[in-house]
């Protein structure tokens, strides 16, 4: 985003009209300078800074103003890091969208492990930052971010003195029950697809060849409805190979996919409850059966008809049956194929 929203109630604020002449300049600067990330946070150089103001401001003179803003609380600078958070800057310069929203989750990505992700993390959550629904993709980018570093010890959750904590905090970190709950999940999905190859498989069913992702995550959905493979499930891929038409005695052939059973919450439960066990079979349209006075000959002197390819193979004598010529045989078979093929 190549602009900066500033509410121009900003010169009322009493606050903001006690700073000195360089702390103003400095809190402008901060907001719209050219290494800003869009969301309030973002790693600032000392050198770039002066670059960016070497006709404005001295190296002293900076670094004084900036320490003027972080006592009034408008931001906060880790100088491990060299980290800048605008404490209010997505109140006014909020999220508009989903795609913005990952947009701007990825830059925070790239940001070192400042203790202020912690701290914007909270701020995210408070009601008075506007669109707080498109937040919802931030904060579960940040928790992975935390998750991550904490694991390894590389980061403490800390809160900036003097900001206030809220009575019941946001709920961001999985806890370790959740995180195991998850792992037996994703271990029943396997679970889950093999059996359907162990029984279905075996029995002539299409195989599951490859845990692609789709049908991990459809598993994990039938999983949560009905958690027991061994019962359950193996129940509903019995009961289809004892059913005829799911295993494709029907008109079109179709036979029970895996991806089908649990495509949703009614097929499992419409192969248990006998659905599909006494669906009447339309029978198979036999192949149109040509009868033409052609095809037979009568022997005058038996009385017999005879079919045309018996007479062919025994050459009756004229006495008893007049054969064909070789054009007449051939015209008579391309026609009866064609009405086959019909």
Same mark, same amino acid.
């Given at each position: 985003?190549?602009? $900066?929203?500033?509410?121009?109630?900003?010169?009322?604020?009493?606050?903001?009209?006690?700073?000195?002449?360089?702390? #103003?300049?400095? *809190? *402008?600067?901060? =907001?719209?300078?050219?290494? &800003?990330?869009?969301?309030?946070?973002?790693?600032?150089?000392?050198?770039?800074?002066?670059?960016?103001?070497?006709?404005?401001?001295?190296?002293?003179?900076?670094?004084?103003?900036?320490?003027?803003?972080?006592?009034?609380?408008?931001?906060?600078?880790?100088?491990?890091? &060299?980290?800048?958070?605008?404490?209010?800057?997505? $109140?006014? /310069?909020?999220?508009?969208?989903?795609?913005?929203?990952?947009?701007?989750?990825? #830059?925070?990505?790239?940001?070192?492990?400042?203790?202020?992700?912690?701290?914007?993390?909270?701020?995210?959550?408070?009601?008075?930052?506007? /669109?707080?629904?498109?937040?919802?993709?931030?904060?579960?980018?940040?928790?992975?971010?935390?998750?991550?570093?904490?694991?390894?010890?590389?980061?403490?959750?800390?809160?900036?003195?003097?900001?206030?904590?809220?009575?019941?905090?946001?709920?961001?970190?999985?806890?370790?029950?959740?995180?195991? %709950?998850?792992?037996?999940?994703?271990?029943?999905?396997?679970?889950?697809?093999?059996?359907?190859? &162990?029984?279905?498989?075996?029995?002539?069913?299409?195989?599951?060849?490859?845990?692609?992702?789709?049908?991990?995550?459809? %598993?994990?959905?039938?999983?949560?409805?009905?958690?027991?493979?061994?019962?359950?499930?193996?129940?509903? *891929?019995? #009961?289809?190979?004892?059913?005829?038409?799911? =295993?494709?005695?029907?008109?079109?052939?179709? $036979?029970?996919?895996?991806?089908?059973?649990?495509?949703?919450?009614?097929?499992?439960?419409?192969?248990?409850?006998?659905?599909?066990?006494?669906?009447?079979? &339309?029978? %198979?349209?036999?192949?149109?059966?040509?009868?033409?006075?052609?095809?037979?000959?009568?022997?005058?002197?038996?009385? #017999?008809?005879?079919?045309?390819?018996?007479?062919?193979?025994?050459?009756?004598?004229? %006495?008893?049956?007049?054969? =064909?010529?070789?054009?007449?045989?051939?015209?008579?078979?391309?026609?009866?194929?064609?009405?086959?093929?019909?």
């Amino acid at each position: 985003m190549n602009y $900066r929203k500033i509410f121009v109630k900003i010169w009322a604020d009493p606050t903001f009209q006690n700073l000195s002449k360089n702390a #103003k300049i400095v *809190f *402008f600067y901060l =907001m719209t300078s050219p290494h &800003s990330n869009g969301i309030g946070l973002y790693v600032l150089q000392d050198g770039y800074a002066l670059v960016d103001l070497e006709k404005t401001l001295t190296g002293e003179e900076y670094k004084e103003a900036r320490g003027e803003l972080a006592e009034v609380k408008m931001i906060q600078f880790d100088e491990e890091y &060299s980290v800048v958070f605008i404490k209010n800057f997505l $109140r006014y /310069n909020s999220i508009t969208s989903p795609k913005h929203a990952v947009g701007v989750a990825k #830059k925070i990505l790239d940001l070192p492990p400042t203790k202020f992700i912690d701290v914007f993390r909270y701020w995210i959550t408070q009601p008075e930052i506007k /669109n707080f629904a498109q937040n919802e993709c931030l904060i579960s980018v940040i928790d992975k971010i935390l998750k991550s570093k904490r694991r390894n010890h590389a980061l403490e959750p800390q809160i900036e003195e003097g900001t206030e904590e809220p009575e019941n905090p946001p709920e961001g970190e999985r806890t370790e029950e959740e995180e195991v %709950a998850d792992q037996k999940l994703l271990q029943d999905a396997h679970q889950l697809i093999q059996a359907w190859n &162990s029984i279905c498989t075996d029995a002539g069913l299409p195989e599951v060849r490859e845990a692609i992702p789709s049908r991990i995550q459809k %598993a994990k959905i039938r999983l949560r409805e009905n958690p027991d493979i061994h019962t359950y499930w193996v129940q509903v *891929f019995q #009961k289809i190979i004892q059913t005829p038409f799911l =295993m494709g005695e029907n008109d079109r052939g179709w $036979r029970a996919t895996y991806d089908w059973v649990v495509a949703n919450q009614e097929n499992a439960l419409g192969i248990l409850e006998g659905k599909y066990d006494n669906i009447r079979q &339309s029978k %198979a349209r036999p192949k149109l059966q040509v009868v033409a006075k052609d095809l037979w000959g009568t022997c005058p002197k038996c009385g #017999k008809e005879t079919l045309l390819e018996d007479l062919k193979k025994f050459e009756c004598c004229p %006495a008893c049956f007049k054969p =064909m010529n070789p054009d007449q045989i051939k015209d008579l078979l391309s026609k009866i194929g064609k009405e086959i093929k019909k």
